[in-house]
T-cell receptor, first 113, second 121 residues
Framework: EDKVVQSPLSLVVHEGDTVTLNCSYE??????LLWYKQEKKAPTFLFML??SGIEKKSGRLSSILDKKELFSILNITATQTGDSAVYLC?????????????WGLGTSLAVNP | NAGVMQNPRHLVRRRGQEARLRCSPM?????VYWYRQLPEEGLKFMVY????????ESGMPKERFSAEFPKEGPSILRIQQVVRGDSAAYFC???????????????????FGPGTRLTVL
């Protein structure tokens, strides 16, 4: 069965800490892995990863994919209270002529001042 | 270019009534996805549509739920005879026509609307 598993489910840290969020998956016909940030509204796009070992960076956030071990990590350095959110991982895969997206349950991150 | 638009933003219905949720995709996007997010849970895929076609409805309950994306106008998610368990945030996302990986700078992600929060009394 195709699935996406994120860990931890929730995390509480202090400002300035570095966090690593994990996303593992099992799908056939993998296409891409996406990270989103969701605050109290719709998810916003962070990264799309298609190739192993190539780090994507955006400010204090970075992400990398391992297609051999079937996982991705999202790193946030020097966390700020504004990073508090649910971080969602989704895996896109081909299903016939169509593509599908499976979502993880998310990691709820709380950054305390 | 306006983003994905959903309306209403909040909808209150009594048990047994019908709920209609609308989604207008971004300009140029021909693919629409509906997701449901229950309190304390992640996004759950419901249905994927292209214009006038349902591509994948594997995540949608077989009864009371239907979706359409007509040639003209917004995509509609319709819930008949709502029950309390239908209370959730419903998100719509749109994407452009398929891109092969590596084309056009990899911008192959889905763009989300603000969601409709449905409350069933």
């Amino acid at each position: 069965e195709d699935k996406v598993v994120q860990s931890p489910l929730s995390l509480v840290v202090h400002e300035g800490d570095t966090v690593t969020l994990n996303c593992s998956y099992e799908v056939t016909n993998f296409r891409s892995l996406l990270w989103y940030k969701q605050e109290k509204k719709a998810p916003t796009f962070l990264f799309m990863l298609t190739s192993s070992g190539i780090e994507k960076k955006s400010g204090r956030l970075s992400s990398i994919l391992d297609k051999k071990e079937l996982f991705s990590i999202l790193n946030i350095t020097a966390t700020q209270t504004g990073d508090s959110a649910v971080y969602l991982c989704a895996v896109e895969y081909n299903a016939g002529n169509n593509r599908k997206l499976i979502w993880g349950l998310g990691t709820s991150l709380a950054v305390n001042p | 270019n306006a983003g994905v638009m959903q309306n209403p933003r909040h909808l209150v219905r009594r048990r047994g009534q019908e709920a209609r949720l609308r989604c207008s995709p971004m300009k140029g996007h021909s693919h629409v996805y509906w997701y449901r997010q229950l309190p304390e849970e992640g996004l759950k895929f419901m249905v994927y549509l292209q214009k006038e076609n349902i591509i994948d409805e594997s995540g949608m309950p077989k009864e009371r739920f239907s979706a359409e994306f007509p040639k003209e106008g917004p995509s509609i998610l319709r819930i008949q005879q709502v029950v309390r368990g239908d209370s959730a945030a419903y998100f719509c996302a749109s994407s452009p026509p398929f891109l092969k990986l590596g084309e056009a700078g990899e911008r192959n992600e889905q763009f989300f609307g603000p969601g409709t929060r449905l409350t069933v009394l």
